[in-house]
């Protein structure tokens, strides 16, 4: 059974940093596309990055592109995303999610 982890959320000021990690197993972590998906209160889910399998490639939606970036390291079956200059409409659970695969998420919330 796929297990996907996330951590790393929490309370953070605007303009503020955060770095979420999203840690696998039970799948061959090194050949999936890796994604970050959010949803935020009251909204439907939005994606917000992927990677490729090799880690060569990342994809960024335009309200996070310049300020997000996604990496992984396939020894350790890890995904992270470092979040810069965060704003309040980044506010939500975020996901890591492999195919059809999420993990229980980690909350983001920007506030002053």
């Known amino acids: 059974e796929v297990h996907i982890v996330e951590s790393g959320g929490g309370l953070v000021q605007p303009g503020g940093s955060l770095r979420l990690s999203c840690a696998a197993s039970?799948?061959?972590?090194?050949?999936?596309?890796m994604s970050w998906v959010r949803q935020a209160p009251g909204k439907g889910p939005e994606w917000v990055s992927a990677?490729?399998?090799?880690?060569?490639?990342?994809y960024y939606a335009d309200s996070v592109k310049g300020r997000f970036t996604t990496s992984r390291d396939n020894a350790k079956n890890m995904l992270y995303l470092q979040m810069n200059n965060l704003k309040p409409e980044d506010t939500g659970v975020y996901y890591c999610?492999?195919?059809?695969?999420r993990g229980q998420g980690t909350r983001v919330t920007v506030a002053s």
């Open positions: 999610e492999k195919a059809n695969d």
């Open positions: 039970e799948f061959t972590f090194g050949t999936y596309v």
């Open positions: 990677i490729s399998s090799g880690g060569g490639i990342t």
